[in-house]
């Protein structure tokens, strides 16, 4: 079992940048592929940005491309999730996610945390 807390969420005006973190419960995390994910009010939750274990790999949606980053800190069971260039439409819960599987497009993650708000004014 992995257990995940993210932090950093808050409140930012359009066009700032903030920092999420996730810190993992097992050292084995620096074995897991860990994953950014999204839900806005009324809608269904959607992937943001992967990372693999060695953090050689990173995926990232369209809609944050270019603008977030996603990294890792295996030492510190922590991965990240820096957003710069926040539009009000980021507005969203953010959760992550591991698996043990490699990672891929469309891979099942098998554990998630309890998220923590991001909110973007305009």
């Known amino acids: 079992q992995v257990q995940l807390v993210e932090s950093g969420g808050g409140l930012v005006q359009a066009g700032g940048s903030l920092s999420v973190s996730c810190a993992a419960s097992?050292?084995?995390?620096?074995?897991?592929?860990m994953g950014w994910f999204r839900q806005a009010p009324g809608k269904e939750r959607e992937f943001v940005a992967a990372i693999s274990w060695s953090g050689g790999s990173k995926y990232y949606a369209d809609s944050v491309k270019g603008r977030f980053t996603i990294s890792r800190d295996n030492a510190k069971v922590t991965v990240y999730l820096q957003m710069n260039s926040l539009k009000p439409e980021d507005t969203a819960v953010y959760y992550c996610a591991a698996t043990p599987l490699p990672l891929r497009v469309g891979v099942e993650y098998f554990y998630w945390g309890q998220g923590t708000q991001v909110t973007v004014s305009s």
């Open positions: 097992r050292r084995t995390f620096s074995t897991y592929a």
